[in-house]
């Protein structure tokens, strides 16, 4: 079935250091790719998302390619600040008609300044 | 910014209590998603709905019940809240009919804690 692998964490980085978050995926059909960030105490928001090979998803800094050869859609930031400090989800839409989201285990991230 | 919204964001309630945690969404999604994030942060799909009148089981077997009366409204009920019930009930609702490939917005998260 559809799966979605992100690498473990906890990150910890330095302010402005760069950044990058593993993400692969399996899926049968031509899945729609997303990352969601979940900041302390909060729901998870969608921070980008790409719909087909080669698209970049790109927000706040942060980017992500679709790899359809790779199976891979990480997640990248040249300079990152301390309120990035979070945990990140790397997503993937599953086969059409289900309407479900296949979710990673999440990456968490700490910044120091 | 999203509009979805989860009642209570907290709750420490005793055990053998029914319990009903709220999620309603402004948007006119159709589609309507219950997940439990456990400690180690991961998401597991509990309940979801495609519409008024249409409820299913997800990925997690889950002792919670769900209902779908109006397409704003997807409480989801505990009859007996035990320990074990004991986690981050997070709502979630997508647009588009027939489509597929669109962003979930989530809720706040209600965290619920049994003792």
């Known amino acids: 079935g559809d799966s979605v692998t992100q690498m473990e964490g906890p990150v910890t980085l330095s302010e402005e250091a760069f950044l990058t978050i593993n993400c692969t995926y399996t899926a049968t059909g031509y899945p729609s790719l997303f990352w969601y960030v979940q900041y302390p105490g909060e729901g998870l928001q969608l921070l980008l998302k790409a719909t087909k090979a080669d698209d970049k998803g790109s927000n706040k800094g942060f980017e992500a390619t679709y790899r359809k050869e790779t199976t891979s859609f990480h997640l990248e930031k040249g300079s990152v600040q301390v309120s990035d400090s979070a945990v990140y989800f790397c997503a993937l839409s599953a086969t059409p008609g289900t309407y479900k989201y296949i979710f990673g285990t999440g990456t968490r991230l700490k910044v120091l300044a | 910014e999203a509009d979805i919204y989860q009642t209570p964001r907290y709750l420490v309630i005793g055990t053998g209590k029914k319990i009903t945690l709220e999620c309603s969404q402004t948007?006119?999604?159709?589609?309507m998603y219950w997940y439990q994030q456990d400690p180690g942060m991961e998401l597991h799909l509990i309940h979801y709905s495609y519409g008024v009148n249409s409820t299913e089981k997800g990925d997690l077997s889950s002792e919670s019940t769900v209902s779908r009366i109006r397409t704003e409204h997807f409480p989801l009920t505990l009859e007996s809240a035990r320990p074990s019930h004991t986690s981050q009930y997070l709502c979630?609702?997508?647009?588009?009919?027939?489509?597929?490939?669109?962003?979930?917005?989530f809720g706040q998260g209600t965290r619920l804690t049994v003792v």
């Open positions: 948007m006119g999604h159709d589609k």
């Open positions: 979630a609702s997508t647009a588009g009919t027939g489509v597929w490939n669109t962003e979930a917005f």
